[in-house]
């Protein structure tokens, strides 16, 4: 946020559902919620998060006069959100995503503590099949004809998010979009883990800089 808001930006975070200041004293411990019911409680989360940033940036863009010229970055979670929301606002021009997945099915994915232990995903809400229908990356490739601008950091041996996720989005997309392909940039962190592509200060600072370059 400070490297930004130098940088010139108008920099602004929020909390995506039921964490940080969203979250109810009351509730449950929220990662053994989450997957013990991936596709019920993490799809709405996500696509919940995704419409609000949408509003957030509405609210203001026309709050404090500001230009149609929006950056949007984040990890893990968070960079599926920020990949999912430059395709339904076009304003955003450039997302940097760290190990994140442009696929909300995450085929494959482990435990971002026990590589040996694949989550079994189950099955969505509702309003959670609904949210993934009209806002998951990977199915809505026309949400992505505009081209937005994205750096997508992942661990080569990120077993949680996988780096294939992002290899096969942008493949999907030069079907159709090849313009919007050219503009995906797939950088995979040899080695590295889910942990330790998120923890990578050149990793941060090499995503922080495409964001204001």
Known sequence: ????????????SLDPLLHGDRRSATA?????????????VMWTILGT??????????????????????????????????????????????????????DWLRPGMTDVLDSTKVIAQGNPTPFGAWLHAHLDPMINLNHFAHAPQMLLELGEADTHIHPSHAVKF??????????????????????????????????INRSLQFLIK
């Open 1 to 12: 946020m400070k490297a930004l808001a130098q940088a010139g930006y108008f920099a602004l």
């Open 28 to 40: 449950p411990d929220l990662r053994s919620y989450v997957f013990d019911n991936f596709r019920a």
């Open 49 to 102: 998060t995704v419409l609000d940033a949408f509003r957030v940036l509405d609210w203001a863009i026309n709050r404090y006069d500001l230009r149609d010229d929006v950056v949007a970055g984040g990890m893990s979670m968070g960079g599926d959100i920020a990949i999912a929301l430059s395709g339904i606002d076009t304003r955003v021009r450039k997302v940097a995503a760290i190990a994140a997945s442009p």
């Open 170 to 203: 942008k493949e999907k997309l030069s079907q159709q979009y090849q313009h919007s392909a050219a503009n995906i940039t797939i950088h995979i962190n040899a080695n590295a883990d889910h942990l330790a592509v998120i923890q990578d200060e050149t990793v």
